[in-house]
């Protein structure tokens, strides 16, 4: 591993990670910053699987270069490991950056939802998120597909970029890892889950079975929409609709929080935990 020691936050070797919160806002063209040692290895991880996701170069504040050696030491040669003192690493982020560690990755290709579910096996769980513009609950979302071996996740084109960089903070890594597809309308993410012979069911507090009750299909797909709005009407009259059931008082729960419930209940049906 060569280590490269950045003096200066103006040094144009370590541009792509000036100011990393406006960047985050504009257009990144495939390519995300990754915060954080978990992150950091699962980047690492999804390089050294090939395919999908690839590091550019790595940025270190300098007394964390040590502990993240076994990591760093998974990515090829050719990928620039930059190191800098707590000031000039500020100075580079734009912000007092606690966690240290920080490493530009691209997203190689991009898979759409007819080829994802197309790839699928005859047993698998997808979730579906419809108009969810929040990154934490998009993240959150991410890491409970992972925590109950989701098959793929899909997003409408409504929903944000889960490569924005709190959204993959907050999925601990794991929208570099579980299978993914963004774009299109909604008519058209169900239409292809239809036609792909899944069992298709929306989550909502209106839901008219009780998620302890939905029935276990080889293939199911679990419906997310937005906290607030939910899930279209309109759809909801053409798909099977489930609930969590919970205390009075209370609207209903937070979207990747209900997730997770409704995935945990799917998944142990199915027989995948």
Same mark, same amino acid.
């Given at each position: 591993?060569?280590?490269?020691?950045?003096?200066?936050?103006?040094?144009?070797?370590?541009?792509?990670?000036?100011? *990393?919160?406006?960047? #985050?806002?504009? +257009?990144?063209?495939? /390519?995300?910053? &990754?915060?954080?040692? @978990?992150?950091?290895?699962? $980047?690492?991880?999804?390089?050294?699987?090939?395919?999908?996701?690839?590091?550019?170069?790595?940025?270190?504040?300098?007394?964390?270069?040590?502990?993240?050696?076994?990591?760093?030491?998974?990515?090829?040669?050719?990928?620039?490991?930059?190191?800098?003192?707590?000031?000039?690493?500020?100075?580079?982020?734009?912000?007092?950056?606690?966690?240290?560690?920080?490493?530009?990755?691209?997203?190689?290709?991009?898979?759409?939802?007819?080829?994802?579910?197309?790839?699928?096996?005859?047993?698998?769980?997808?979730?579906?998120?419809?108009? *969810?513009?929040?990154? #934490?609950?998009? +993240?959150?979302?991410? /890491?409970?597909? &992972?925590?109950?071996? @989701?098959?793929?996740?899909? $997003?409408?084109?409504?929903?944000?970029?889960?490569?924005?960089?709190?959204?993959?903070?907050?999925?601990?890594?794991?929208?570099?890892?579980?299978?993914?597809?963004?774009?299109?309308?909604?008519?058209?993410?169900?239409?292809?889950?239809?036609?792909?012979?899944?069992?298709?069911?929306?989550?909502?507090?209106?839901?008219?079975?009780?998620?302890?009750?939905?029935?276990?299909?080889?293939?199911?797909?679990?419906?997310?929409?937005?906290?607030?709005?939910?899930?279209?009407?309109?759809?909801?009259?053409?798909?099977?609709?489930?609930? *969590?059931?919970?205390?009075?008082?209370?609207?209903?729960?937070?979207?990747?929080? &209900?997730?997770?419930?409704?995935?945990?209940?799917?998944?142990?049906?199915?027989?995948?935990?």
């Amino acid at each position: 591993m060569t280590v490269i020691r950045i003096e200066h936050a103006e040094d144009p070797r370590i541009d792509e990670f000036r100011s *990393i919160r406006e960047r #985050d806002l504009v +257009g990144r063209h495939g /390519r995300f910053i &990754a915060e954080g040692t @978990v992150v950091l290895r699962m $980047l690492a991880a999804a390089h050294k699987r090939g395919g999908e996701f690839a590091a550019e170069k790595i940025l270190i504040l300098e007394n964390r270069l040590a502990g993240v050696a076994d990591i760093l030491s998974e990515f090829p040669e050719d990928v620039p490991v930059y190191v800098a003192d707590s000031a000039v690493l500020d100075g580079i982020v734009g912000f007092h950056l606690h966690r240290g560690i920080l490493a530009v990755g691209r997203r190689v290709r991009e898979v759409s939802a007819s080829e994802l579910l197309a790839g699928l096996p005859e047993n698998a769980l997808v979730a579906a998120a419809i108009g *969810i513009s929040n990154h #934490d609950n998009i +993240g959150s979302i991410f /890491r409970n597909a &992972a925590a109950f071996g @989701v098959s793929a996740v899909l $997003l409408d084109e409504s929903c944000c970029d889960p490569l924005y960089r709190k959204s993959l903070r907050v999925s601990v890594g794991a929208v570099l890892q579980v299978p993914y597809a963004r774009g299109g309308t909604t008519l058209e993410l169900v239409s292809g889950l239809f036609e792909n012979g899944f069992a298709v069911w929306g989550l909502s507090p209106a839901g008219r079975t009780e998620i302890r009750k939905v029935p276990s299909s080889p293939r199911m797909a679990l419906l997310t929409g937005s906290e607030g709005n939910g899930l279209p009407p309109a759809l909801m009259e053409k798909i099977e609709t489930a609930s *969590i059931a919970q205390t009075p008082g209370l609207d209903s729960l937070n979207a990747a929080t &209900a997730t997770g419930i409704a995935l945990y209940q799917i998944a142990s049906a199915q027989g995948r935990i």
